[in-house]
């Protein structure tokens, strides 16, 4: 099997991966059918945050990378069985899922231009520079059995982690994959990591205008592929959408393009259901997964969050919103504490 | 990146950095007024997901008042405040703005033909960043790699008949950064370790690059069943021809 063939499929199975997690926090409400979207979405954002906090424990506790692929394994394992057992009636009554939901036209459409974008990235080659440091340590981490220890280039060993280094912990998923599929990390970030992001960010901004419009598919549909339009069109290497293209695989790319939006897909939940635990849980694992992906995470998200969730609060009069909020922030918080006094 | 002085307003740094970096700079003023279709079309969802969020944003991250206090405090936040900018989900309300505007509409070929036009217009407008994203030249050795080295590499890259080579280099500053300019490559230590040339073949060496006119290293390497196939300006590239004992 080629490469590409192989990363194909780990990017398949990496959706997968989100779809069946994302059943243990599922969007939906009770008896409120669930999509497959934002199923996907809320398994993203499960995964990223437990995979933060497994990695900082192995690293703190200096364990190789091959014992962090067990523990990674093992507990990324243990909750896609969970999501089975919380989900197996429906599983068997084959009612898990129902569907994204979009008009055919405005269904095609918006597949085709993610898929372009998809393509795009991992065809055209980007300057920026920046990537080649973080492939070059997830490279220095598979060759040498170890987490963030070796210097890439040198080779010499770290002696200490800065907070950096321990708290942005996103890429351990990536070495994770590469480990596991033998694929280089520089296919794993390029052909894997970059699409999904990009389909993960097409798949928010659907069920956003989703949401929005109280099911209406046409509308949805056609604001989703404006909206997917015009991020592709209107980019610098500073903007969300330019980020996206231009370097999709790093952390600062899936917090402007995954997370802020998953933030205001959490807020628009929470305010058209009825009071929502399974929601206030994942905006507090959205606060942890944001430590993981960049320390600007550590302002964006507060920001965003605090700004969706006060209106929704206030306005929508979901006062439950406020302490989910003020609970969420704890995780960003104690990391902003670490990153000024450590 | 934009530089901020201190007797200059927040309100001028603040248009200077969305103009700098959210090119082309109408874009966000373009968002802005989509957000008001949304804000009177949408009704009260549309408000408190984007208007109202916008409002806080802007009496706090985006306050000229309130951000020139915390450079002060924290000055290296004004190389990363364009970032904040990332919070405005401006290419949402492009298309939430676009789709509430085309759906007044009653009759279905007037949406259909609303929305090409609005998605062909964002197109055309975006054509110079379009433009400008063919035009970013890739940078050249931007490892910083001895240009020595990267001959060095590149042919035995393309010589090698395997997709991960072993090599064992004489320098060792050259071996360590060979791996990071090809990740392909596999590395011995086996000829800059003192008496580890007898691990060549136990290391499974490919090639071996040593340092010109050294004759007692190219006899011991030929000892081994190396042969010398090419040579830059300093150094000489030995390939393993024998794959017995």
Known sequence: ?342 | MTAYETTESGLSFLIKTILGYQAPGYFLFFAAGLLVAAAIFGGKQFRIVFLWPFVILCATVFNPYLFPLLFERWPELIEEYYRFLWLIPAFLLIGGGFALIAFKFRSKAAKFLLILTFAAGILLLAVPSLRSYREIPLPANSLKADPELITLCDYIAGESETDTPVIAFEREDFAKEAVAYNPSFRISSALYLPGGAGNLKNDGVNFCVIAKSRPAMEEKLQSLGYRAIAHTPENMIFAQFFTGN
Request: aromatic content about 10%; proline content about 4%; some cysteine.
């Open chain 1, 1 to 342: 099997m080629s490469h590409i063939t192989l990363a194909a499929f780990t990017a398949a199975g990496e959706l997968l991966v989100y779809f069946i997690i994302g059943g243990i926090l599922p969007f939906a409400a009770k008896g409120e059918k669930k999509s497959l979207f934002e199923t996907v979405t809320a398994g993203w954002i499960v995964t990223t945050a437990v995979m933060e906090v497994t990695a900082v424990i192995c690293m703190r506790a200096n364990l190789s990378l091959y014992e962090f692929s067990r523990c990674a394994v093992i507990t990324l394992s243990v909750l896609m069985a969970l999501s089975m057992v919380i989900n197996f009636q429906s599983i068997f009554r084959g009612t898990a899922v129902v569907s994204g939901g979009m008009s055919f036209f405005f269904s095609v459409f918006a597949v085709i231009v993610v898929m372009i974008g998809s393509v795009a990235l991992v065809l055209i080659l980007p300057a920026a520079g920046d990537p080649g440091g973080i492939i070059a340590q997830m490279s220095a981490d598979i060759r040498s059995d170890s987490m963030h220890v070796m210097i890439p280039g040198s080779m010499a060993v770290r002696t200490s982690f800065s907070t950096k280094d321990l708290l942005v912990r996103y890429h351990a998923f990536d070495t994770l994959v590469a480990e596991l599929t033998g694929l280089h990390p520089m296919i794993v970030m390029r052909v894997v990591r970059a699409p999904v992001v990009a389909v993960l960010s097409g798949m928010i901004i659907y069920r956003i205008f989703y949401r929005l419009f109280d099911g209406r598919h046409g509308e949805s549909g056609a604001a989703a592929v404006l909206a997917i339009v015009a991020g592709a069109a209107f980019r610098t290497a500073y903007t969300p959408s330019g980020l996206l293209y231009a370097e999709g695989w790093t952390g600062n790319a899936s917090l402007a393009c995954v997370l802020l939006p998953a933030v205001i897909l959490i807020g628009i939940v929470i305010l058209k259901q009825e009071q929502n635990r399974r929601t206030g849980i994942l905006l507090f694992l959205s606060g942890i997964a944001a430590v993981s992906l960049s320390p600007s995470a550590l302002m964006l998200w507060p920001a965003a969050a605090v700004s969706v969730m006060v209106p929704v609060s206030v306005f929508g009069k979901k006062w439950k919103g406020l302490i989910a909020l003020m609970l969420s922030l704890a995780a960003p918080s104690a990391a902003m504490l670490m990153y000024v006094y450590r």
